[in-house]
């Protein structure tokens, strides 16, 4: 991460305890974070939550080290505060009598968001189960804690006395840990499950996956495949539902409500789209054809070291090429699961996707062959992909605990530059970062894309 330095001319809003005594101020703000676009729809978050207009820009952001502030008076303790905090904002205020000013100072917003009760409904919503399964209905009992990652086979054999590390879910929506996500040691049973099927549609629909390697055959693809999607929409359902349920208690006008909205328009979107990939799957389980499932596996032999199960909408592929735009909400957009599986020897990743999503999957596809063509290392690719677009994995003690905490470092980045809200996709967010880390070699592939 990288420390921006921005200054904003502000006045209060009626909102602000200083309304009746200011007039304007500077509002100096120290940011963390990996581009100058971010660093500023960040800073701007942060001025309207504290109850400020902007007025005027003064200085765009502009990337600052200490040695910047060490022969200044203010700015040092900021820029030190930032490295530990994320971000930090200093005004320096004029009073509407214009006779005195003040500062630096650091103050309160008018709203304080309520984590606990944020993190009550959280979990409230992730412990109530659904049967998901295209038969589910009210009728179904016993809702099993389902595992979205294949269990018997693939977490146990990368797992340490019953554990493995898996991203923090400590983090909220609107403060983040020093602007990174990190990973943390927790039992297999809390890993990678959801209350997403009853115990009998469960047992029955998965069988050919839970208690086989994958071979693979087209039934087993699209089971690993609807798992992912389930999974997804049981995850998207509750992130809808704790915005609605949170919005009432955020004022109108606040920036923590305009970011929300914000997100709840994206996430009902995304919601959408899996419900209509749902309905597709539905149908091909429910009549037992599974021949437009596509795929690609990329088989090693080596032994694994992390266990997956995700999904995306491809947006750029792996050259850095736009493949659809996520903000056209008229259109459905195309989707591929990918997940980590256990083969008869060694294991594989494998990309699926139904017919009706080629256009934009195949062409993802491809490109990730011409990379390999042109030398780009496979296992690189794939690693880098993985670990940008998944938060549904889990990693080897035995792997991580030896890692270099640099290399640690750049993994938790590169997750967390997908997770930031403040960010937009970068183009090129496939093409560099994480070489030579997780050193996986791949033999063969097998796929029926054509
Ligand atoms: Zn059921």
Redesign the pocket.
Known sequence: MKTYYLKFKVIPTESNEHYTLVEGAWASCWVLENDPQSAYAQADFFIGKYDWLIEKVEEYPVEVTREFFIERDIGLEQYDKAQKEGFVIAYMAWSRDGKTTAGPFIQNPSFHFEIPNFLAKQKELSQSGR?L?F???HR?KNIVNAHSIQKNQSLVSISKDGHVYRLSPKFSIIKKNNGRLTYEKCGINRVSTFLG??K??DNELFEPIDNYPLLPTDQQVILYAYRSLCRELFVKENALRLIEDQLPNIPDGNSIKELLLGTKEGTAFGLKNLEEHKSIYDESLRGKSYFKIRYVLFISKQKPFVAFSGLLYPEFDFMGRHLQDLGDHQQTLDLITFCSAPLDSGWGVLFSWHESSSKSCVDFMRSLATMMHEGKHLGDLLFRMVISNCENLAIAPEWWDDLPQEQKEKIESKASSMANIFSMTKPSYLLEGLEGIASWDFESIIDNMN
């Open positions: 049967c399964h038969d589910g209905n179904c099927f009853c009998k549609h």
